[in-house]
């Protein structure tokens, strides 16, 4: 993928005024192509996403209200996840199998982020979150307080366990990096899936019959 094809889908006018000054730096022009659209918030995204079911965009980024707390649209279930540089944070859901969230994660974290083997905690570590590959913490409200903190109030939120790929920044700051991220992303599942559209076949060798043959009169 070379460039990407973007919607963009904003719920008031600190939205607008963010994508004007992020697409004042012409390189973003280079990396994708934007599809703006008029309605704004959840109808927005159902627009959006109408326009990524037909071919039209590779992805979506969502830029909520200002002050909003969830930033994934809610018409978006998934899990959700935060990411700012190599912290990446799930959030549980306590009415869901939790085993069950954790291979969803495990699964986002190798083909989304392509990342062989991920190591998975329960709780964030300050001191040495760079040992590990991700968190999903049940406890919503500390984990995001506590990423905030670690991250002076950037990041992007990203819903796994979806084919489509909808990113949304923390802050203005953070606009470029769900351009990039939803494109790393995308790239990511394009290399897994092709690593894996023709395995090697397992060999299984019966160790008997093998003897068996060694032995056999020429």
């Known amino acids: 993928m070379n460039t990407l094809k973007i919607g963009i889908v904003h719920s008031d006018q600190n939205g607008q005024e963010t994508i004007a000054n992020a697409f004042e730096d012409i390189l973003l022009d280079e990396i994708c192509t934007k599809t703006l659209y008029e309605k704004q ?3 927005g ?44 944070m799930a959030f549980a859901d306590e009415e869901e199998d939790f085993e069950e969230q954790v291979q969803t ?20 570590d300050a001191e040495n979150y760079k040992t590990y590959d991700a968190v999903l913490t ?38 470029r990096d769900s351009i990039y991220i939803a494109k790393d992303i995308l790239k990511n599942r394009e290399q897994y899936d092709k690593a894996r559209e023709n395995p090697l076949p397992k060999l299984f060798i019966d160790k008997k019959e093998d003897i068996k043959k060694r032995h056999e009169p020429n």
Request: aromatic share 8%; hydrophobic share 35%.
């Open 45 to 88: 995204i159902d627009e959006a996403l109408a326009d990524w079911e037909e071919g039209n965009t590779d992805a979506i980024l969502f830029i909520p209200a200002e002050g909003e707390e969830r930033l994934n649209p809610a018409s978006l279930r998934g899990q959700d996840m935060i990411v700012w540089e190599d912290l990446r």
């Open 41 to 43: 918030g959840e109808e």
């Open 105 to 124: 994660l495990r699964t986002a974290l190798e083909r989304d982020f392509y990342i062989d083997n991920p190591r998975i905690v329960p709780h964030l």
């Open 138 to 175: 049940k406890d919503r409200e500390q984990g995001l307080r506590e990423f905030l903190e670690l991250s002076r109030g950037n990041g992007v939120a990203y819903t796994t366990g979806r084919e489509l790929v909808c990113t949304a920044p923390f802050s203005a700051d953070s606009f």
